[in-house]
């Protein structure tokens, strides 16, 4: 395995850092308390080529390899302090262009996938419903029924980032209850559809700035050509863009984990208390260092996971254990940021506390820990 980055990559991982740095920052503490989405942030991104980072040049995107995508994830991470924005892009591009850009027929790549790539069009799965979460096909209930014209859909979906502001949603629904999960099928569906509704933006913890509502289906008439694979694919179809969403949605974390981990070094060799930079203590150093520690190996079994990827490798064991990897790694690496700042840690105008906030959520989305390593029991026969 040859860990080694071209100059060409090392170049465009400089050029997402900075643009990042200068581009995606804008009244973020602002933006955060009102729960506000940039969508001029997320259009500059598109016109880096971020969005198509992973599409074929045919359909406007960049047809990068996979260890430049994660790089480049990886470089928003650092520079971009907006984790809400990240989000919402991860989500855009795991959850609807990959699914999309794998099963759909050539009417419908062409259709979707330019202006998803270009920014005009956001994006975003529809699974998760008010009665089912992890066990999101056992328990599903939405319904989509087969009519001379098309399919009739009907149901809610919950927790659906993006939805207030996006134009397709890739969404799952039952067309054969009998068959339980084998009758499970999945759909484009335009945001203009007559019986969409979406509602209204919900308040959260953290990831403010990613906006996130209900989607209700109130017998929407679907055309006959808006499903996504053939009736019954759905698991195959989820399987595949959760395996993307699991392995990358947490890619940019690397690189917020890395920006934690600098400016905790900072501080803690500026501020002095007791004759002396914080820093020459041993419970602060050695947190900092548990940070180094946290940040390697998270990042190499993310390499790693990119290697295999290119590599034509099955993921699925290996991006539930990156997924559970990052997610706890930065929640524990933002909690000894704000410990190490003290009490300006914890004050809104720091912009130390909102990454722990942020992070909480890596823990439920995309499957909960505890599902990813339910997952990776199962791998090892438990
Ligand atoms: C920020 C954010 C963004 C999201 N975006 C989307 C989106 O765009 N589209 C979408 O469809 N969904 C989305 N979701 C929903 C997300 O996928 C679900 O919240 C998640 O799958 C968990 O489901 P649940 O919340 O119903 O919790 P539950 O499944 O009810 O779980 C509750 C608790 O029980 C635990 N638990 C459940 N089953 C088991 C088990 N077998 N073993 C051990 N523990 C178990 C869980 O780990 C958790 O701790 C998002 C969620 C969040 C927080």
């Known amino acids: 395995m040859d860990f080694s980055w071209s100059q060409e990559q090392q170049d465009f991982y400089d050029t997402v850092v900075e643009f990042s740095k200068q581009e995606l920052n804008n009244d973020l503490i602002r933006r955060d308390l009102e729960s506000e989405f940039d969508r001029a942030a997320w259009n500059k991104c598109a016109e880096l080529g971020i969005l198509g980072l992973q599409v074929p040049e045919e359909y406007g995107g960049q047809g990068a390899d996979v260890p430049t995508t994660y790089l480049a994830m990886e470089g928003l991470g650092y520079g971009c302090r907006d ?7 991860g989500a855009h591009m795991w959850s609807a262009i990959s699914p999309i850009e794998r099963f759909g027929t050539e009417a419908q790549k062409q259709k979707y996938l330019p202006g998803m790539v270009d ?10 419903e008010p009665g089912s979460g992890s066990d ?21 979906k919950t927790f659906i980032s993006n939805a207030p502001v996006a134009d397709v949603f890739v969404v799952f629904a039952l067309t054969d209850k009998a068959k339980g999960w084998a009758g499970i099928s999945t759909f484009i569906v335009d945001r203009d559809t007559p019986g969409v509704e979406i509602g209204a933006n919900f308040k959260k913890m953290g990831l403010r700035t990613s906006t996130m509502s209900e989607l209700t289906f109130d017998d929407a008439l679907l055309p006959e050509d808006a499903i996504l694979a053939k009736p019954g694919m759905g698991m195959m179809v989820f399987t595949h863009s959760m395996d993307w969403e699991r392995g990358c949605i947490l890619a940019h974390a690397v690189g917020t984990m890395q920006r934690q981990l600098e400016t905790a070094v900072d501080y803690a ?4 208390q007791y004759g002396q930079p914080i820093g020459k203590y041993q419970s602060i150093s050695h947190m900092i260092v548990d940070m180094k520690i946290r940040l390697e190996s998270a990042r190499l079994l993310m390499y790693q996971l990119a290697w295999m990827k290119e590599h034509g490798k099955d993921t699925k064991l290996q991006s539930a254990m990156v997924n559970v990897t990052i997610a706890e790694a930065w929640v524990q690496t933002s909690l000894d940021s704000i410990q190490i700042h003290g009490g300006y840690g914890y004050m809104t105008e720091s912009e ?22 339910n997952m990776v029991a199962r791998f090892l026969g438990l």
């Not at 920014?119 to 998760?128: A, C, K, N, Y």
């Not at 939405?142 to 809610?156: I, P, S």
């Not at 060799?269 to 002095?272: G, I, L, N, P, Y």
């Not at 130390?352 to 990813?372: F, K, W």
């Open 269 to 272: 060799k500026t501020r002095e």
């Open 83 to 89: 984790n809400g924005l990240l989000f919402s892009i």
């Open 119 to 128: 920014g005009s069009l956001i994006g975003v799965q529809g699974m998760t």
């Open 136 to 156: 999101a096909f056992g328990q599903m209930a939405t319904t989509a029924t087969k009519t001379d014209d098309g399919w009739v859909l009907r149901g809610n």
């Open 352 to 373: 130390v506390e909102r990454d722990l906030r942020d992070a909480l959520a890596g823990r439920i989305y995309s499957g909960t820990s505890q599902i990813q390593k």
